[in-house]
């Protein structure tokens, strides 16, 4: 008796707007059932309701808030008690925290963290095994240009944090290409989303010309491209990738001038 293969599951963070909700609705369209996870368990329902509608996948709601330390464990242990196999990671959960270091009290960067950094580790690393297990294994940490960038004035650990993602996922790659695993730092800039309007920082981005802009639909397009071909690192955009060589081509010192003097164009100070 021939046994049914398990369809390709990819289990998404923050997947209730943004780049998140670009990547359920790519990875969908390529055919994969999806585990979606944020804090907004409407939303949440709404795009898994939406999905099932125009792809006809299996897509599971799992709401949880990252900054609390249980819920990456407590997100394994339910897929693990229904039995779903996750082969596609997209670590995507993330926001950022304006003004200056000691403007916020502890207890918002400890959180934040844990968002960025924390979380999408803790869960590469519960999920790793079972891909390399099953031979095929796919994660996108999404990073950013900032994490290529000297960090900037305001939003203190933002770059500090896209910055480990994408060394992260450069050893990972490594120690596990010769699993069928692959893994990628995704990096891109200026991307269309609710991030700036969370932050606060809408009005000032604005101002920034269209062309440094993206859209959220393909900057996911192109990571899950991007994973899928193998890269490590993958920076959206020629404007994007044009920015990183120039700041990889000047010395620290005047890259460091150039962010500090244009920090009040994209970072909120106060």
């Known amino acids: 008796m021939q046994t049914t293969p398990h369809p390709r599951r990819a289990l998404v963070t923050g997947a209730s707007s943004g780049i998140g909700a670009a990547f359920a609705r790519a990875l969908a369209a390529r055919g994969h059932a999806l585990v979606l996870t944020a804090r907004r368990a409407e939303r949440l329902d709404a795009l898994a309701a939406e999905l099932r509608q125009r792809h006809g996948v299996e897509v599971a709601a799992m709401p949880a808030d990252l900054a609390d330390p249980q819920a990456p464990a407590h997100l394994a242990d339910?897929?693990?008690?229904?039995?779903?196999?996750?082969?596609?990671?997209?670590?995507?959960?993330?926001?950022?925290?304006?003004?200056?270091?000691e403007a916020s009290p502890w207890q918002r960067h400890a959180d934040f963290i844990q968002v960025l950094m924390t979380a999408p580790t803790e869960l590469a690393h519960r999920l790793l095994p079972g891909m390399r297990a099953r031979g095929h294994g796919r994660i996108v940490n999404v990073a950013s240009l900032a994490g290529h960038l000297p960090g900037s004035t305001g939003h203190t650990l933002y770059a500090a944090s896209k910055a480990y993602l994408i060394r992260f996922s450069?050893?990972?790659?490594?120690?596990?290409?010769?699993?069928?695993?692959?893994?990628?730092?995704?990096?891109?800039?200026?991307?269309?989303?609710?991030?700036?309007?969370?932050t606060g920082a809408r009005a000032l981005v604005s101002k920034m010309p269209r062309y440094m802009w993206m859209d959220a639909d393909t900057v996911a397009a192109q990571g899950l491209d991007a994973v899928e071909r193998g890269d490590v690192v993958y920076v959206?955009?020629?404007?994007?990738?044009?920015?990183?060589?120039?700041?990889?081509?000047?010395?620290?010192?005047?890259?460091?001038?150039?962010?500090?003097?244009?920090s009040r164009d994209f970072r909120v100070l106060d």
């Open 170 to 198: 450069q050893s990972l790659a490594l120690e596990n290409r010769a699993h069928g695993v692959h893994v990628c730092a995704l990096c891109p800039g200026f991307t269309y989303s609710e991030f700036h309007d969370v």
């Open 236 to 262: 959206n955009g020629r404007v994007n990738r044009a920015i990183k060589a120039l700041f990889g081509l000047l010395p620290d010192g005047l890259a460091l001038k150039l962010i500090a003097r244009r």
């Open 78 to 101: 339910a897929l693990a008690l229904r039995g779903l196999h996750v082969d596609t990671l997209i670590n995507n959960a993330g926001y950022g925290v304006p003004g200056t270091f």
